[in-house]
């Protein structure tokens, strides 16, 4: 009976030094992202400019989001300018996906061009911007240049590719397209490689050609990989800041014409700029009005994409 109390006080111990070393992820969980969250939640409710006592005012903070217009034109913006880059980031990454799992061009170095086309996903966005602010510069920017140097485009009708209302959003789309087709093509590989190479083996006995066995075999068999990365897409293009931020000079407005203001840009004006005229309960709201349409919006696609095939 002694032995039994002295194996339950054992094993009591090692629970509970366990339970220490798990203690700093907890806090630092508990402090940097459930308090944050919740603190965002409760000031929705408020009349609060980052100083002072919140007033409560109920839902009129929500019903604000729901009137006011500029909210709707950057919500607009945000999803032109995710959809052009989805569209163009997963056709890339799918074509390379094809070329490379194609088992009769055997392509080689995948290891290489994996980390080339991952590579400008990890530099950060501040270089990125400034990088493609200088090589699309309407005045000395080398693509301009370059263009016109071939006769492309005639010397003195530059394009404004930043400054242009009708072009500057799908240059955003495809400079993010650059950055992030690295990260869907490596997942989307990552699913093929998962897949048995009997299925192509027997596709090829079969005679199928590389589209329907692409078509049959691979895509059917990617859903859930599909899935997964078209919703981390959507819910990191909705929450896009950085670069349509530090692209322009104009900061949160999103010039020109507020082509370029992004829904999380549009919540940055209201939480952080302005001083004392900052309305930080009202951020809040817009916040969480996005976090309920990224919410919809993923739960729809995941149901539209996870229906099984009649």
Known sequence: MDNIKTVKRRKKDYNRTGYFFVLPFVIVFLVFNVYPVLRTLYL?????????????IGIKNYARVLQDKFFWRA????????????????????????????????????????????LPNIIAATSVAFLFKTLLDWKYGSVNNLLMSFGIIAKGAQINWLG??????????????????????????????????DYYEAAAIDGANRWKTFGKITLPLLRPIMIYVSITSLIGGLQMFD????????????????????????????????????????????????????????VIQFRVMNKKED
Do not use: H
């Open 44 to 56: 929705s409710f408020m009349n609060y400019k980052g100083f002072g006592e919140p007033q409560f």
């Open 75 to 118: 919500l607009w913006n945000t999803i032109k300018i995710w959809g052009v880059n989805i569209v163009l980031q997963l056709g890339l990454a799918f074509l390379l996906t094809i070329v490379f799992s194609d088992i009769k061009y055997k392509m080689k170095g995948l290891g290489f061009f994996r980390t080339v086309f991952y």
């Open 243 to 298: 670069i349509p931020y530090l692209i322009n000079d104009k900061g949160s407005a999103g010039n020109p014409s507020g082509c370029l203001q992004t829904v999380v840009m549009y919540l940055y004006k209201f939480g952080f700029e302005g001083g004392t005229k900052k309305q930080v309960g009202y951020a809040s709201a817009i916040a969480y009005s996005l976090f309920l349409i990224v919410l919809v919006v993923s």
């Open 164 to 197: 242009d209302p009708n072009i500057a959003p799908y240059v955003v789309s495809v400079v993010n397209t650059w950055m992030w087709f690295g990260n869907s093509f490596i997942v989307l590989m990552a699913g093929v490689q998962g897949i048995s190479k």
